[in-house]
């Protein structure tokens, strides 16, 4: 039977991650993954081709060598403020004598989605269906097989930067390896830490980044709206760099090990200790004080986003609550904050229906992102012959063929 195995990339603004993994009956089963520091992007968008490209390849590399094997093919994962999405409705005739739904019309469908007018400088990344009616009957999920003389759908169509996508793809083609599909991050954080009830229900999705915060909204099981916000994880670093006046190093420290995004949630406020730079001596400073920084930029997200929902209509949807992922979501207080904002529930959301290998060593919220990049479609992965399986060296191969022909050559003396 061939292995069904796919590769996944995401870009980040502070770390590249990538993963190979293995779709079995019982879910999927991480082969390897990597992950390098990210220094060539900032806010979804690549800002130094070279740099990004090495970070590619170190990431795939490490998660190559602990898979066992190499992949010629990434899914990526797309993010950064130039996301724009829209609803969009359009409809075909179905012309066939028995004037029956085929995949063909489907196709005309999306195709018809693709003459639409746009930006000159944008392109369609996804063409999501929302629902589908036939005759004016409306509320349908799969209108294929039925009989109908008009097919109408709504879709959810996503628009990406056309030169944001030409530097992801160089990147990724100067690291030695091509792009077989590009992601909307917030679709592949989604797929990975909700489940169907939740999106049935109606859930919104806050995926927190270093460079962008990623937003999805579900309802009726199906994608309602997407946004990327310009403020994360790394606004908070440095709102703590900057309030303090010390290395960026320390204030990332600090935020991990003793930062709170909500004040209330502190269990004991404590002095913090820290080491001058320059002239400047030793100082502390307490957890309360600490907090108060990160909370308001904390809460500012959380705003912006509430507000975004509200705008949109969506708000009123949300009936399952909130999830947190991504990095920024492992603050202490997060939830708590998120639930006082919204007024919503809120959990961590961590990658689900995992199954051996590494999965439990990348079930945490900063991976939510590229385990949905090796979930979040049908699989299109590489069969096992198209998967080149690692030898440890070449000049170990050349001397297990040399003592191969000495005993072949041994045998034929005999």
Request: proline fraction near 3%; hydrophobic fraction near 40%; aromatic fraction near 6%.
């Amino acid at each position: 039977m061939k292995k069904k195995i796919v590769a996944g990339l995401d870009l980040g603004t502070t770390k590249v991650c990538a993963v190979i993994a293995e779709q079995t009956e019982t879910g999927i089963d991480v082969l390897g993954f990597g992950v390098s520091p990210s220094e060539g992007l900032n806010r979804g968008l690549v800002a130094n081709i070279q740099k990004t490209s090495q970070a590619i390849k170190e990431a795939v590399e490490i998660a190559s060598n602990r898979a066992g094997l190499t992949v010629s093919e990434l899914n990526v994962g797309v993010a950064g403020e130039h996301i724009i999405s829209m609803e969009n409705t359009n409809y075909v005739t179905i012309n066939n004598p028995d004037r029956e739904i085929t995949e063909k019309d489907i196709e005309r469908l999306n195709a018809d989605v693709r003459l639409m007018r746009i930006p000159a400088d944008r392109q369609i990344l996804h063409i999501i269906p929302e629902e589908y009616s036939v005759d004016n009957q409306g509320g349908i999920d799969n209108p294929i097989g039925m009989c109908g003389s008009k097919l109408e759908a709504i879709s959810h169509v996503v628009l990406a930067s056309t030169h944001a996508i030409q530097n992801i793809n160089k990147s990724v083609e100067r690291a030695g390896y091509k792009v077989k599909d590009y992601v909307l991050q917030p679709i592949a954080s989604s797929s990975s830490v909700l489940d169907e009830n939740e999106q049935d229900l109606g859930i919104a999705l806050i995926d927190i980044g270093g460079g962008t915060t990623d937003v999805a909204v579900f309802h009726d099981k199906r994608l309602k709206h997407t946004k990327v916000i310009g403020v994360a994880g790394n606004q908070v670093t440095n709102d703590i760099r900057e309030y303090f006046g010390i290395v960026t190093g320390e204030a990332e420290k600090l935020k991990k090990e003793y930062g709170y995004a909500h004040i209330e949630s502190i269990i004991k406020d404590e002095d913090i200790y820290m080491k001058g730079v320059g002239a400047r001596g030793n100082f502390k400073l307490p957890t309360s004080l600490l907090a108060q920084i990160i909370s308001a930029r904390m809460r500012e997200l959380f705003s912006l986003i509430d507000n975004d929902l509200r705008q949109t209509g969506f708000k009123k949807k949300i009936k399952a609550g909130i999830v947190l992922t991504g990095g920024g979501s492992l603050l202490k207080g997060s939830t708590e904050l998120a639930e006082e904002v919204f007024g919503l529930p809120a959990r961590i959301g961590l990658p689900i229906d995992l199954g051996a290998g590494l999965s439990s060593e990348i079930e945490r919220p900063e991976f939510a992102t590229v385990m949905g990049l090796v979930k979040a479609f049908p699989w299109m992965g590489q069969s096992e012959e198209e998967v080149k399986v690692k030898t440890k060296s070449p000049k170990k191969n050349i001397k297990f063929k040399s003592i191969i022909k000495q005993v072949q050559k041994f045998f034929d003396e005999l």
